[in-house]
């Protein structure tokens, strides 16, 4: 079965003002959408057609020579993984066992907020900032481009992308000032609670 671009989980203009419906159109509706498009005409006639996205990502992580195919699957996951990682009224604090978790781990939530802050602000040029369960324990990571935690054998539980795509339209060179608003507006804790128990 080809790859599909899965539906939003919210409309297009949900969740305004903080990112803008001209954001989403281009995001979701160009990028996210070539991905899906660039990813089927890659492996259509080859052994990979038919394979699922995540034994895709798995089977050309790697390998220099299948870098299109690991890109644009990789790129397909993430997409659809950060449409869930926000929310229309989301951000905040998590609650109940995310939280415990995460105070285990980092000591403080502010010290999560430091490390996640800091991993997006310094992710130099395109990529992700993610937080990661990492054998059996959170971690603040940043990948470059496409990559992404499952290539590295950890469990991804929320992703924020740092493409300039994501952010320039509605905050121009200001990443800083996304990354807070996505923090403070826009994370789907829930989403990643339900990651979390999902381990
Ligand atoms: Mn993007």
Do not use: C
């Amino acid at each position: 079965m080809a790859h599909t671009l899965p539906a939003l989980p919210y409309g297009l203009d949900a969740l305004e003002p903080h990112i803008s419906r001209q954001t989403l159109e281009f995001h979701y509706g160009k990028h996210h959408a070539a991905y899906v498009t660039n990813l089927n005409n890659l492996v259509a006639g080859s052994e990979l057609e038919g394979k699922s996205l995540e034994e895709t990502i798995l089977a050309v992580a790697g390998d220099g020579a299948k870098a299109g195919v690991f890109n644009n699957a990789a790129q397909v996951w993430n997409h659809s993984f950060y449409w869930q990682s926000i929310k229309p009224a989301g951000g905040g604090q998590p609650t109940g066992a995310l939280a415990d978790k995460i105070t285990a781990d980092f000591g403080s939530f502010e010290k999560f907020v430091e490390a996640f802050k800091a991993a997006g602000a310094t992710q130099f040029g395109s990529g992700w900032a993610w937080l990661v369960l990492d054998n059996g324990t959170l971690k603040v990571t940043k990948t470059a481009n496409a990559d992404l935690p499952l290539a590295h054998g950890q469990k991804a539980l929320l992703t924020m992308d740092v493409w300039e795509h994501a952010y320039y339209l509605d905050y121009q060179n200001r990443r800083p000032d996304y990354i807070s608003t996505f923090l403070d507006k826009l994370v789907n804790w829930d989403f990643v609670a339900a990651n979390l128990a999902a381990a």
